[in-house]
């Protein structure tokens, strides 16, 4: 069946000009590549955006239930920073919020169950007149969108899971990241894509915040004017940029829209969604591994030709940064590649299950490569 919707999808990719974005849609599980292609369809959403999200999105509902082990004792969760570049207009904004919308209906029933449960909460402490051993409620959510570097990492504390950064016109997030924190939002920034654990200590909270499996996404959109902004701030000397994945479409036209008679009806376009939100309920059912230490991420290695082609690959990076004698051309975002491979190459494995097109044994080398 799905040889048939992989043949169906090259067709239709062919058909659409896919191949020319550059965007390599065949590495994706077939039902995805049939997502992309009726979003672009149904939605007039930009292929190279629509798929970039997706990734993100599983990254995030991943979490820190699985971990992927690079080599030895060096392991990684699946965490993404990546912005969404494109002149105003371009698409940028729909797919993202659309993509991430079986993310935010789970914020919207944990809130609802928030508010309950504080309700219930306030009337039993109202009525012990505060002699009461009950726990006040957490609120757990996974979208964080304005904020302060504190509440961050309280949500994140309050969803050990991991959270993401999900802001639209992120170049306002940034701007602001220096003015009233010193630097610490993006010092927590650097440390949680190394995945090192995080303490934060404060005067006006007893019990300081401790966070040993950070696992944080970042998602957001800005204008193709605007990206030299970061550079003014330090971010290229602190090595923020070099782990920021940048989505440029190939095209900066902005498509025309078409009509379609299943657009009228609602029947497909729903259908797409539905597919989608099966596929995210699965990727969330993932759980921890747990044993006497509590709730651990489960790790899962490369199989061995996977890590023979993926070893390869990096050495031969190596090869040629060792070969550059003038260290004013060496360039440290290649350094990052090993971990931004390992973390696609595991968000695409799960993703793949998610699908029922593979398993959680191992990462294969199809993921790899």
């Known amino acids: 069946m799905y040889d048939r919707l992989q043949l169906t999808n090259m067709l239709r990719s062919e058909v659409e000009r896919i191949p020319e974005t550059g965007l390599p849609l065949e590495v994706f599980p077939a039902r995805i590549q049939e997502l992309v292609l009726n979003l672009a369809r149904y ?19 991943i979490g820190n239930s699985y971990r992927i082990r690079i080599k030895g004792e060096w392991k990684t969760s699946p965490s993404i920073y990546m912005m969404l570049v494109g002149r105003p ?6 797919p993202l919020e659309a993509v991430f919308r079986p993310l935010r209906k789970r ?14 909460y306030q009337n039993t402490m109202k009525e012990s007149k505060g002699n009461n051993d009950m726990d006040r409620p957490v609120l757990r959510r996974t979208i964080v969108s304005d904020f302060t ?5 309280l949500a994140h504390h309050n969803c050990p899971r991991g959270i993401t950064i999900l802001a639209d016109e992120i170049m306002g997030m940034f701007n602001s990241a220096n003015r009233y924190n010193k630097g610490q939002l993006i010092e927590q920034l650097l440390s949680a894509w190394s ?13 300081p915040i401790h966070i040993e499996n950070p696992c944080i996404n970042m998602v957001g959109t800005t204008q193709t004017r605007r990206v030299h902004e970061l550079l003014k701030k330090g971010y290229e000397d602190n090595g923020l940029l070099d782990r920021i994945l940048f989505v440029m479409p190939k095209s ?10 299943e657009e009228d009806t609602g029947s497909n376009p729903a259908s797409a969604w539905r597919t989608w939100e099966a596929i995210m309920e699965k990727v969330f059912s993932l759980d921890y591994e747990v044993n006497d230490e509590g709730n651990i991420p489960h790790l ?12 390869n690959w990096h050495n031969n990076t190596i090869e040629r940064i060792n070969a550059i004698r003038d260290e004013a051309l060496v360039e440290s975002r290649p350094m990052k590649s090993p971990v ?3 973390r696609l190459a595991l968000v695409l494995q799960v993703l793949s299950y998610a699908c029922g097109e593979s398993h959680l044994q191992f990462v294969t080398t199809t993921a790899i490569e």
Do not use: H
């Not at 570097?149 to 990492?153: D, H, I, Q, R, S």
């Open 43 to 61: 939605e007039n959403f930009n292929v190279e955006y629509t798929a970039s999200i997706l990734l993100s999105a599983v990254a995030t509902a």
């Open 89 to 94: 207009g371009l698409g940028k904004t729909p």
């Open 107 to 120: 914020d919207c029933r944990a809130l609802e169950k928030f508010k309950a449960e504080m309700a219930a």
């Open 149 to 153: 570097p504190e509440a961050l990492m």
């Open 195 to 207: 995945n090192s654990a995080i303490d934060v200590t404060r005067v006006s909270n007893p019990i």
């Open 252 to 261: 900066y036209l902005v498509p025309r829209w078409t009509e379609s008679e």
């Open 300 to 311: 899962i290695g490369m199989e061995a030709e996977a890590k023979r082609v993926f070893f």
């Open 340 to 342: 931004q491979v390992a």
